[in-house]
């Protein structure tokens, strides 16, 4: 059975910095597209990072840059997050496309999704 879980969301304060995990079960991450996503309220959900380990390439949205570092590790995705901004609240959910041959944001491409990971950045 195909799971993704987050973890490593929480309360910080702007400037600060987190680092979220995704880990996958029931399925390896050969030739697969990882993503982040977020949802703040009332707006839709966007795409933050995704890697893929077909090519090794990585993908940020242009609000993260430079401030957002994805890798991974065996059947750990994980998103480093420096710098947060009050702007950068929201739920983080990662995804897989198991068919993927690079890194991409379309959503609905990707087949599974986790269950999300609350990330507040406030003072």
């Known amino acids: 059975q195909v799971q993704l879980k987050e973890s490593g969301g929480g309360l910080v304060q702007p400037g600060g910095s987190l680092r979220l995990s995704c880990t996958a079960s029931?399925?390896?991450?050969?030739?697969?597209?990882i993503g982040w996503f977020r949802q703040a309220p009332g707006k839709e959900r966007e795409g933050v990072s995704a890697?893929?380990?077909?090519?090794?390439s990585t993908l940020y949205t242009s609000s993260v840059k430079g401030r957002f570092t994805i890798s991974r590790a065996q059947n750990t995705v994980y998103l480093q997050m420096n710098s947060l901004k009050p702007e950068d609240t929201g739920v983080y959910y990662c995804?897989?496309?198991?068919?993927?041959?690079?890194?991409?944001?379309?959503?609905?491409?990707?087949?599974?999704w986790g269950q999300g990971t609350q990330v507040t950045v406030s003072s």
């Open positions: 029931g399925f390896t991450l050969d030739y697969t597209a």
């Open positions: 890697i893929s380990t077909g090519d090794d």
């Open positions: 995804a897989a496309d198991l068919d993927a041959d690079f890194a991409h944001l379309v959503q609905y491409e990707y087949d599974y």
